[in-house]
């Protein structure tokens, strides 16, 4: 498989394990995301999205385009990217603990439902 492939294979793989971490329908992301619905088909798929629709990818999901790029091995590890965390460091010591505590009661509520 050449370079452009093997980019084109994490690409696809990544928008996909990314929707459904969020827990987004095709049609759910693509409305985030103020899309048409076949694009995040045509997106898991193979296609290549534009500038523009990779952006909008990763504004609607929340996530880098590091990680859906392969530039970045998980999520987790974008955190700079992520509204959720960019607030983290602003957050004085007993605030933080509260929040990791929350945030890890949330990831466990979720795997119970999976």
Known sequence: MSEDGHASEIFRQRLKNARELRGYSQEELAKR???PASSIAH????????FDSLRRLAVALEITTDY?????ESPELAQDGDPLFRDVAKLT????EIARDFLEMLANRRVKKD
């Open 33 to 35: 995301a103020r899309m």
């Open 43 to 50: 997106f898991e798929t193979g296609r290549k999205p534009s």
């Open 68 to 72: 859906l790029l392969g530039r970045v």
């Open 93 to 96: 010591g007993s605030d933080r």
